[in-house]
């Protein structure tokens, strides 16, 4: 049974950090792409980052570079998302996902269950 698990979500002020995990089991974690998504309510998910299987592919999402960065440890089949300088814009629940890769949800074939993450202005 595949599994991705999140954690780390809460509520913070704006201009605070959080940082997300994702724990994987069940699959070949080191041969994945991971990626970070959200969606807030009445929104479509959208794409926030992602780190090919060995780290040397990592892409962003506009609205987050510079404050966000992810990483990944095959290791321990985990993967983390740094979040800083978090704005109210940034509220969502967020999901780990791992599959081929990309920016599309299409793209991956497996789902956490979604962390929520709230900014408070």
């Known amino acids: 049974q595949v599994q991705l698990v999140e954690s780390g979500g809460g509520l913070v002020q704006a201009g605070g950090s959080l940082r997300l995990s994702c724990r994987a089991s069940?699959?070949?974690?080191?041969?994945?792409?991971t990626g970070w998504f959200r969606q807030a309510p009445g929104k479509e998910r959208e794409f926030v980052a992602a780190?090919?299987?060995?780290?040397?592919?990592?892409n962003y999402a506009d609205s987050v570079k510079g404050r966000f960065t992810i990483s990944r440890d095959n290791a321990k089949n985990t993967a983390s998302l740094q979040m800083n300088i978090l704005k109210p814009e940034d509220t969502a629940v967020y999901y780990c996902?791992?599959?081929?890769?990309?920016?599309?949800?299409?793209?991956?074939?497996?789902w956490g269950q979604g962390t929520q993450v709230t900014v408070s202005s």
């Open positions: 996902a791992a599959g081929p890769g990309g920016p599309s949800p299409d793209k991956y074939n497996y």
């Open positions: 069940g699959l070949t974690f080191r041969w994945q792409t």
């Open positions: 780190i090919s299987w060995n780290g040397g592919s990592i």
